[in-house]
Nanobody, 121 residues
Framework: QVQLVESGGGLVRPGGSLRLSCAASGSIFSINAMGWYRQAPGKQRELVATSTTGAGTNYADSVKGRFTMSRDDAKNTVYLQMNSLKPEDTAVYYC???????????????WGQGTQVTVSS
């Protein structure tokens, strides 16, 4: 079994910064991609940033230049550095990973439990 655990959410004022972390653990053979999504109240879940192994990182237009996603493959961990936060960034942020478990040739998608980010004065 594979688990994703997010941390780092909280309340921040507009213009402030937060850093989210997502650690994958369990019987992992390889991780093909990891990404961050968010869901605001009453809205659909949307892509924030995604990093595919060997193919770089992509960002939603709404966060380009403000958010930076990084990976530590040795720790199976990704980070999302969020700067210049706006009230419209308020959402539950979810980590997603495409993982090949040990002793499997199949790729599975896993989600974390989510972490709340609130941007408000």
């Amino acid at each position: 079994q594979v688990q994703l655990v997010e941390s780092g959410g909280g309340l921040v004022r507009p213009g402030g910064s937060l850093r989210l972390s997502c650690a994958a653990s369990g019987s992992i053979f390889s991780i093909n991609a990891m990404g961050w999504y968010r869901q605001a109240p009453g809205k659909q879940r949307e892509l924030v940033a995604t990093s595919t192994t060997g193919a770089g990182t992509n960002y939603a237009d709404s966060v380009k230049g403000r958010f930076t996603m990084s990976r530590d493959d040795a720790k199976n961990t990704v980070y999302l550095q969020m700067n210049s936060l706006k009230p419209e960034d308020t959402a539950v942020y979810y980590c997603k990973a495409r993982v090949v478990p040990v002793a499997s040739r199949l790729e599975y998608i896993y989600w974390g439990q989510g972490t709340q980010v609130t941007v408000s004065s």
